[in-house]
């Protein structure tokens, strides 16, 4: 007969004295949470959880620790072996890149995203970057198509919208505009 035994209702858990390797239902998890909703933590309870946490790195994830050179290898390493292993179908990559297309297509999608972004400036770190990342990448002739496109519509629409006291300079004549 053994203790951890739910039949005889001795030790419900595998591991006695403790809630290790006990897993709740959905249901009991709804009810937990249910209980726990609107309870306030009292200023000594969130001292202690505070003092509990500070320097804690297990609780934290390890968050702010800083990691040596060759700790950081190691770890791109794994992740890369990681990710080779976990790599997915390409069914998979088809699915999750119709999903990516679908959420552009959605109505006011493409507008909201860029006014959440309008006036933000990219340091000349990140821009160097960038050029970085892309250099000696290949674009079909669409992708190439749609860039030019893109960047016509955006010189259209800086012509539009710039002031009318600004002087349009012919830089291929020796003449300078007259101004009034």
Known sequence: MSAANQEFGYNINPTAGSCLGKTHTEATKEKISHSKKGTKLSE??????????????????????????????????????????????????????????????????????????KGKKQTPETIAKIKAGNKGKRRTPETIARMKEAQRLRRQKQKATKPATQLEFDFGSDSLPATS
């Not at 620790?65 to 179908?89: D, F, N, P």
């Open 44 to 117: 000594e309870h969130k001292r202690k959880v505070s003092a509990f946490m500070t320097g804690n790195t297990y609780a934290s994830g390890n968050k702010g620790v800083k990691k040596s050179e060759e700790c950081r290898q190691r770890m791109t390493v794994a992740w890369k072996l990681r990710r080779l292993e976990q790599s997915v179908s390409e069914k998979t990559l088809e699915k999750m890149s119709a999903a990516s297309k679908e959420v552009w297509e959605r109505p006011g999608m493409r507008e909201r995203y860029s006014a959440a972004h």
